[in-house]
């Protein structure tokens, strides 16, 4: 288990052993003296992640599986020679993102986050960073800032973009105003402020982010407390590889959150609720409450997940159609002002029906599938390579088609990729982030990669983005290894 006292680690530039960084990081510093006249006093860097498996489940408060990727967000700061409360920040990508300034307005506001339906706006999750650490220090007079960002997590691809650009954000505010925080301080602070962006953030992005470890899934679970415990992947001969399809769907989350993911967060709730007043006369805040009085017990265990993914068929007898406001009204014994208040008034959401019987199957058996892949990688008993491969492949499979049949939150896209990678030689393969868009994850073997990734192109890419040259699909198909978390880069100038 990953110490929840230990601290984000602050290395030397020239200690990094990854070319591709230290390339980016020399480039951002030499890009940051141009554009400011100054050189940083540091750069922060958070990764983005993908989840193998556990999808839609940890805002329900129930463990996932994630593992950081070498895709990351960097920020350069100077802090050192500014005056005053400004922030400037800016986008190596300057055409595309305007460089956008503000000021500290008291520590009671801080900054103004404005969230437009429909607009994503890029400065948000910077500011949203920001806005998290100093309302925690509650300071009055924070420093100013000169910032400099370039992002290599693909936007809209369900690989935390957004995640680990307010962790970075955080990360850099932080150790500009001299203030050292855990690990689990950063992630819990992240976690929240996301929120200010209109996104009810589960918790899993922003853990990955900050926790990971080289060589190392992460078992993230929530409840009782955040707890981020670095997991070995089984050894096989040939290794276990994953590797990363984006189908090129993009996928805003904050965009398209009032129909997609914020309405899902509201349905699971609704569920603990509808389940915590028939088993318990309880009222329950997420589905993980209503396992844990189930249980008599914060451990979750897989019996108890598979009882209550019966009870809920019991329930709700498969209602695929799912309730309207009055059929809520009436099933929960709540006004819809009291549905509205209590439920949905926190974050924008639009629906015609809420799908309870859905979510909740999801939630219990997807939760489920997380334990048994966990318990998988952590057996010690001496299980062939073949039985490992398949094992974890077809709890992939299942969390698939959970993900479209059961949490709707597929795409035709993906459900066409996903078949052409099981089609190419994956053991198992699975959207991967929120969903409606982004990519995909295949367990695959080690010596099939290259055959693997070929057929992938052929079937998937060269037929629906034939203009793709070679370094677009490395970026689009590539190989992924567990890979390290966030950290601070000082000493900038000594190479």
């Known amino acids: 288990m990953a110490e929840s006292n230990e601290f984000v680690p602050i290395l030397s530039l020239n200690s990094i052993d990854q070319p591709t960084l230290l390339k980016r990081c020399k480039t951002l510093i030499e890009k940051f003296i141009s554009l400011y006249n100054s050189p940083p006093d540091f750069i922060a860097r958070a990764p983005g992640r993908v989840n193998l498996i556990g999808e839609h489940i940890d805002y329900a408060g129930f463990g996932v599986l994630p593992m950081a990727i070498s895709n990351d967000v960097i920020i350069a700061i100077n802090f050192s020679n500014k005056k005053g409360t400004n922030v400037r920040l800016s986008n190596i990508l300057d055409e595309k993102y305007m460089q956008r300034c503000w000021d500290f307005e008291g520590k009671d506001k801080i900054v103004e986050i404005i969230v437009e339906d429909g607009v994503s706006e890029w400065s948000n999750y910077f500011k949203c960073g920001y806005k998290g650490i100093l309302r925690h220090l509650g300071i009055d007079n924070p420093v100013g800032m000169d910032c400099l960002v370039d992002g290599i997590v693909p936007i809209g691809a369900g690989l935390s973009s957004s995640s680990s650009f307010v962790c970075c954000a955080a990360?850099?505010?932080?150790?500009?105003?001299?203030?050292?925080?855990?690990?689990?301080?950063?992630?819990?602070?992240?976690?929240?402020?996301?929120?200010?962006?209109?996104?009810?953030?589960?918790?899993?992005?922003?853990?990955?982010?900050?926790?990971?470890?080289?060589?190392?899934?992460?078992?993230?679970?929530?409840?009782?407390?955040?707890?981020?415990?670095?997991?070995?992947?089984?050894?096989?001969?040939?290794?276990?590889?994953?590797?990363?399809?984006?189908?090129?769907?993009?996928?805003?989350?904050?965009?398209?959150?009032?129909?997609?993911?914020?309405?899902?967060?509201?349905?699971?709730?609704?569920?603990?609720?509808?389940?915590?007043?028939?088993?318990?006369?309880?009222?329950?805040?997420?589905?993980?409450?209503?396992?844990?009085?189930?249980?008599?017990?914060?451990?979750?265990?897989?019996?108890?997940?598979?009882?209550?993914?019966?009870?809920?068929?019991?329930?709700?007898?498969k209602k695929q159609v799912g309730y309207t406001l009055e059929e809520l009204s009436n099933m929960l014994k709540l006004s819809s002002t009291e549905i509205y208040d209590r439920f949905i008034a926190q974050f924008p959401v639009r629906a015609e029906r809420f799908h309870l019987y859905k979510r909740s199957k999801h939630v219990f058996e997807e939760s489920c599938r997380v334990l048994k892949f966990y318990e998988f990688c952590t057996s010690d008993s001496n299980i062939n390579n073949v039985e490992v491969f398949k094992s974890l492949g077809n709890l992939m499979n299942q969390s698939h088609q959970s993900c479209k049949e059961l949490f709707d939150c597929s795409c035709d896209e993906l459900n066409e990729l996903v078949r052409i990678c099981l089609d190419g030689g994956a053991f198992g393969s699975r959207l991967t982030g929120a969903g409606w868009g982004g990519c995909t994850v295949s367990l695959v073997s080690e010596d099939n990669v290259e055959n693997f990734i070929q057929h992938v192109i052929t079937n998937y890419y060269n037929l629906k983005f034939p203009n793709l040259s070679k370094s677009e699909l490395n970026d689009v198909i590539f190989v992924t290894k567990p890979s390290n978390g966030a950290m601070i880069l000082k000493d900038l100038l000594d190479n």
Request: proline share 3%; net charge neutral; glycine share 4%.
């Open 171 to 317: 990360l850099a505010t932080s150790l500009a105003n001299n203030a050292i925080l855990t690990k689990k301080q950063i992630t819990e602070i992240s976690i929240e402020c996301e929120r200010f962006a209109g996104m009810n953030s589960g918790g899993m992005d922003q853990t990955a982010s900050i926790f990971s470890q080289s060589g190392h899934a992460l078992y993230v679970e929530f409840l009782p407390t955040l707890n981020a415990t670095p997991t070995k992947l089984p050894s096989t001969n040939p290794s276990i590889t994953f590797v990363v399809s984006n189908s090129l769907v993009k996928a805003d989350k904050v965009v398209t959150a009032p129909i997609h993911y914020n309405l899902r967060v509201v349905e699971t709730k609704l569920a603990a609720y509808h389940l915590g007043q028939l088993l318990f006369g309880e009222d329950c805040k997420n589905l993980k409450h209503v396992c844990d009085l189930y249980s008599k017990s914060t451990k979750v265990t897989i019996d108890n997940l598979e009882k209550l993914s019966e009870y809920v068929n019991q329930v709700y007898d």
